[in-house]
């Protein structure tokens, strides 16, 4: 197992256990082609079972293994041409195979016999005192992924109370380079789902220390347990224009109350500096923004300021008394 795929830990779980597969699988192939033993390791876990329980039906294959209908017709065939096994319709259903092993079937599955003791050896003595803590995990991992504990885990994490309960928001730092890249990807995520990125935003996201919070701006970034999640900007344009923009809130926890969280640290910043009014454009060809600003009292404004940007069509602004 390679370093970096350790270092992803489980969230590479998946490849994990596919390298490590197809790794022994390698290893047993290897084993199998020195002893002269014509046999797929893939095979296995099917040509076993239809052995203890000759006459399965393929669907009841599918569903002992965990594997789809699909792969079970693919290792059919495969084993068929081998001639290992023999497909029959069952009496009481033509329409279903029943899996037998044939006679050269059986009489590899007796050759084998003895190389499965030795791979079995050979796999407790690699696994020393682990061995059986392995099988225990296995089955944990197994249990899991069967009775769909990380899709629930998903839903649950993603709950907008667990979300808003690890909700912080904290001021951009300038010599944190996750706040930097963060202010730029979340903010081009969604212009590219809608528009294009301008050169004022390529502008802003190249240097927001020069071009927000140098001449008296400010820049905030949300984050869950953490994470970082979501941005807004409070944007000088003048001695007493101030715009509220670059709000942006990944896809993934959009709709959990992050956006109305940003808008009021804004709101209470442009306060501290004594503002009375506050200003954003928007467009109104975004489905969810202009409604949600209004719901949160903002106004039409008599301040033309969305022409800063080709894709704004409205400027909002609202009393901060």
Partial sequence: ??????????????????????????????????YNLAFEPRWFPLF???????GIGMMVLSQQLGVSHAAINAFCRQ?????????????????????????????LHTRLEPAWFVLGQALDTAFGPQAA?????????????????????????????????GLDIVPYDPADPDHKRYFAALNIEWLEQYFTVEPVDHTMFADPDSYILAPGGAIYMARVHGQIVGTCALIKRSETVYEMGK??????????????????????HARRLGLSTLYLTSSTKLP????TYRKLGWVDSAEPLHTAYRRSDISLQKALA
């Fill in 1 to 34: 197992m390679t370093q970096a795929l350790q270092e992803l830990d489980l969230l590479a779980l998946g490849t994990r256990f596919r390298v490590l597969s197809e790794s022994m699988m390698a290893t047993v192939k290897a084993f199998y082609e020195e």
């Fill in 247 to 268: 709000m942006a809130v990944s896809r993934l926890f959009q709709a959990k109350g992050i956006g109305t969280a940003l808008v009021n640290v804004i709101e209470d």
């Fill in 133 to 165: 803590e392995i099988r225990r995990m296995l089955a944990v991992v197994e249990e899991a992924v069967e009775d769909r504990a990380v899709a629930r885990g998903l839903k649950s994490v993603m709950k907008r109370d667990a979300v808003m309960a």
């Fill in 79 to 107: 084993l068929l041409e081998a001639g290992l096994i023999e497909l029959t319709p069952d009496p009481g259903d033509a329409r279903i195979k029943q899996v037998t092993l044939s006679q050269a079937g059986h009489i």
């Fill in 48 to 54: 076993r079972t239809v052995h203890k329980q000759p």
């Fill in 288 to 291: 969810h923004a202009v409604p």
